[in-house]
T-cell receptor
Framework: GAVVSQHPSRVICKSGTSVKIECRSL??????MFWYRQFPKQSLMLMAT?????????EQGVEKDKFLINHASLTLSTLTVTSAHPEDSSFYIC???????????FGSGTQLSVL | DAKTTQPTSMDCAEGRAANLPCNHS???????VYWYRQIHSQGPQYIIH???NNETNEMASLIITEDRKSSTLILPHATLRDTAVYYC??????????????FGTGTSLTVIP
């Protein structure tokens, strides 16, 4: 099946700093990628839809200035958590599919810990 | 997209079939049923999906009722590695649907030795 690579797998940062997470589709092109957040013992929550060459679409309640998304190519989307605070500590997961009618493939996730 | 309802947790003896139910009583005619699972601290893994016919692959079988208001995921011979949270998702397929997958609470399956 298609492969989605996410990096880094784990990051620890100080409060107030920014952190960038990369999501790559390795063997297919993706005009759309998706970013999820998951808190311990909770389900995945869709944060935003990343669109290649245009602005991301954010779900209700997600701060677009806090979570900057860039989808500069058909194989790469990045999520930047700006001015991170301890409450931003979470598991972040990206996903993509080769076409709109295909199943989603997920990255392995990034565990962000903000001290 | 339609909402799904799943039991919070289930146990299954190793080697036995695990039957995980999902209720999607408000499903529309063009919505597919997808199943994913998530092992702790990993990204979700695709299992199977279907529209109205029963489906089978190397991982599992998907049984969809004739009225499509519910479905059952069957793991024929559960192993300890099948312990995970299983998510049932319905979404519209085809066209410019945006392809969003919204996850519900899922079922935490524990396979017991």
């Amino acid at each position: 099946g298609a492969v989605v690579s996410q990096h880094p797998s784990r990051v620890i940062c100080k409060s107030g700093t920014s952190v960038k997470i990369e999501c790559r589709s390795l063997d297919f092109q993706a005009t759309t990628m998706f970013w999820y957040r998951q808190f311990p013992k909770q389900s995945l929550m869709l944060m935003a839809t990343s669109n290649e060459g245009s602005k991301a679409t954010y779900e209700q309640g997600v701060e677009k200035d806090k979570f900057l998304i860039n989808h500069a190519s058909l194989t790469l989307s990045t999520l930047t958590v700006t001015s991170a605070h301890p409450e931003d500590s979470s598991f972040y997961i990206c996903s993509a599919s080769p076409s709109t009618n295909e199943k989603l493939f997920f990255g392995s996730g990034t565990q962000l810990s903000v001290l | 997209d339609a909402k799904t309802t799943q039991p919070t947790s289930m146990d299954c003896a190793e080697g036995r079939a695990a039957n995980l139910p999902c209720n999607h009583s408000t499903i529309s005619g063009n919505e597919y049923v997808y199943w994913y699972r998530q092992i702790h601290s990993q990204g979700p893994q695709y299992i199977i999906h279907g529209l109205k016919n029963n489906e089978t692959n190397e991982m599992a079988s998907l049984i969809i009722t004739e009225d499509r208001k519910s479905s059952t995921l069957i793991l024929p011979h559960a192993t300890l590695r099948d312990t995970a949270v299983y998510y049932c998702i319905v979404r519209v397929g085809g066209g410019n649907t945006g392809n969003q997958f919204y996850f519900g609470t899922g079922t935490s399956l524990t396979v017991i030795p």
